[in-house]
């Protein structure tokens, strides 16, 4: 089957466009010449018939039968004789072919001089006129008057020029000027070949490592020294390689811990089913693992529930549907809300929110869950007697929401890692806290679905931790 490649496109493209404005300028410039030589020609022969016809002017004539005497118009007839190819004429007023002293005898008498540029040549003017004589044969016939001693116009000269030397000439030009066009199209074919070829080059080396790639080649590299946009392109291709193989290695590591973190319950679980069945167990031993597989079944299900809203965030599907709200009234319920739970575990939240905050582009449901995670993780952090803080402060153009802690902290190396799914900072040292490692990445793919950011700093371990949120304002269209 044929398969067009992109070179044979280019080449076929550049020589039809090549071919057909090169013959179009081809048949203009070719015109133009044409018509500049036969002007020329036509000026040429004109010019030489008014200069002759002025040497014959002058001389005696006598009646309607005056023999030409004026020795200067002797000598223009007897060169004009030495052409073998002109004819030349001397008509009175009358129409009638005059001889010529010394060349009487060679002028025809049986021609018809009833016409247009002979008696405009009569009223005092040069003209021309081009006609095929009784033989077929294409000639120019230009006339100019005659003024003989009395100025008084008696006569004209008529010349009768072959227009086989201009047509020759016409064709040499034609032959030249096609002469120049075929190497200039030859050329042009080479370098579309030449171009075809170096644009498909690097492209082709593109197919050939996707097809490696396709293959489990992974490592394959585009290598295209260029700046222009076919290196762009390798560039491009690199870097989607590279977010290819990040994006792998991740999913990868999600599998794999989402698998361990679904394992551990489910081992647990089947750990403390398995000595439910065992009918030595006592009571209260029982009613204790009913309450571990229930806490563990709630463990899975919070872990589920957060798959699946990062995998809708992923897919795009997450539903956002932005209703006006009261965005200060709402951060007071939710400070009130968890001081009254953190007061439980001996946490102490405090708040900082103005009464008038501008509206935001993000959903009540969505911010819900933004605050949640972020102050469940301020709470798992927090020893009793600790701060949790939150506050608020509208920008230009924006909402600023601040989260902040005296708990756990962590350093700076940890920071670039934060939001990565399933990482908890310092887990060595805090395998006690509950969680899946989740929570911040909800909260960051949420916000950068709405246009929001977040950034997280801490002064190091054991001083704390703050979470500072930006959030674009919803401005109502005009």
Known sequence: MFRPSISRQLLVTFTTITTIGGLTLFFIAGQLLQNATFDYYKRDVLTETVTLAGTLSGGDHDGDNSVISNPLGQYALRRLQSEPDWQFYVVNQQGTILPTRDHASNQPTTTDTNTSEIQTALKGREAQAVRNDPTGKANLYSAAPIRFGDNNIRAALWLVVPMQPAYDLVNRRWSQLAAVLLPVIGLIVIASLWVGQTLTRPIR?????AQRITAGNRDERIVIKREDEIGQLADAFNIMLDSLNALLIAQRSF???????????????????????????????????????????EHMANLVTALLTLARLDEGKHPTKLEPFDTAAFLHDTARSWRIQSAQNGIIVESDIPDALPDIALSAADLRIILDNLLINAAKYTSAGGYIWLRARAEPNQLRLEISDTGEGFTPENIPHLFERFYRANLDRNKSIQGNG?????????LRQNGGTIKATSDGIGKGASFTLFIPAAWPED
């Open 205 to 209: 080396q593109l197919h050939i490592a």
């Open 438 to 446: 989740l929570g911040l990445a909800i909260v960051d793919a949420l």
């Open 255 to 297: 599998v794999s811990n989402a698998a361990h973190e679904l394992r551990a319950p489910l081992m647990s679980m089947k750990l403390r089913i398995e000595a439910l069945t065992e009918n030595d167990i006592p009571p209260d031993e029982r009613k204790k693992y009913l309450t571990e597989s229930a806490d563990e079944i």
